[in-house]
């Protein structure tokens, strides 16, 4: 079996040196693996640098409440793929507030068709992310692994869907984080795909629901406040929202997503 592995490497060298030998190909080899993390990066340079992750706050939404309201009232089906799209892109450039940006699909559109459009949108944007790191940044670790993260990498892909979905369902982990680690072990597609829109769902929709109830918390702070709406001098934390234990909920989900996983263990050790 090492025999084998060890040919397939010496092939696989063989292959690059040919490749380099070629400068032509060698040149169109590196823009195509490089090319997409280099844009990608550059674009969330220039959104930062244009503090455009400022207007991801919950004063700007409530400010801008009405008119959001009218557009999607009177452009319903333009609103919800533009809100897609908006999540894709936020998730891709790795902006912060995406539980802001959940929550504002809950209150625009309910907590069904705002948990089921930020589902999607988080799927696409995390998949982007996880194929432009996959083809540079986990091609060229994957090529230099030594032993010990050889290792990890096999065994985190026998049991990826698992692990995965464990991450995504525990929000203790940075979201970026979790769509850049499966890529770094060349996790399969299907599965990253599968597991990200899966683990997502329970956590989506919990954040989801409580934007549809943000219209009522807006309200009683207009009756206590006059005209904070409009001046954005609404006091609404959103970790008043978000209780412990929601968190402890979403926790739990994580570790029961584990229970295949300990038992195969298991059972592979008799």
């Known amino acids: ?30 823009a195509r693996k490089w090319a997409p993390l280099v844009v990608l990066l550059s674009l969330m ?31 319903l089906a333009v609103a919800v793929l533009s809100y897609i799209a908006l999540y894709a892109a936020t998730v891709a450039l790795s902006f912060p507030g995406a539980s802001l940006f959940t929550i504002a699909g809950g209150f625009l559109f309910g907590w069904v068709i705002g948990g089921l459009a930020t589902v999607f949108g988080a799927t696409l944007g995390a998949t982007a992310v996880f194929l432009i790191a996959r083809s540079s940044i986990g091609d060229v670790l994957t090529k230099r692994a030594g032993p010990f993260l050889t290792r990890l990498s096999e065994g985190f892909r026998q049991d990826a869907f698992n692990y995965l979905l464990f991450l995504r369902l525990t929000p203790i982990f940075p979201f970026w984080l979790v769509n850049i680690a499966p890529a770094v072990f060349q996790m399969p597609l299907p599965s990253y ?17 409580i934007g549809s109830g943000l219209d009522s918390v807006i309200a009683a702070q207009e009756a206590a406040n006059p005209g904070c709406a409009s001046a954005g001098t609404c006091s609404v934390e959103i970790s008043a929202l978000v209780t412990p234990q929601l968190i402890a909920a979403f926790f739990a989900l994580g570790v029961a997503s584990l229970i295949p996983v300990v038992l195969k263990r298991l059972r592979s050790s008799k």
């Not at 060890?6 to 590196?30: C, F, I, Y």
């Not at 769902?201 to 919990?206: R, S, V």
């Open 1 to 30: 079996m090492r025999g084998n592995e060890a040919e397939a490497m010496n092939a696989s060298d063989e292959n690059d040196k040919k490749e380099n030998s070629v400068p032509g190909r060698s040149l169109t080899a590196l």
């Open 193 to 209: 795909a599968l597991a990200t829109f899966v683990g997502i769902i329970p956590g989506t929709f919990a954040f989801a629901f």
């Open 45 to 75: 340079a220039l959104a930062f640098s244009q503090g455009l992750h400022k207007h991801l706050t919950l004063s700007t939404l409530i400010m801008e409440r009405q008119q959001l309201i009218t557009f999607v009232d009177a452009n």
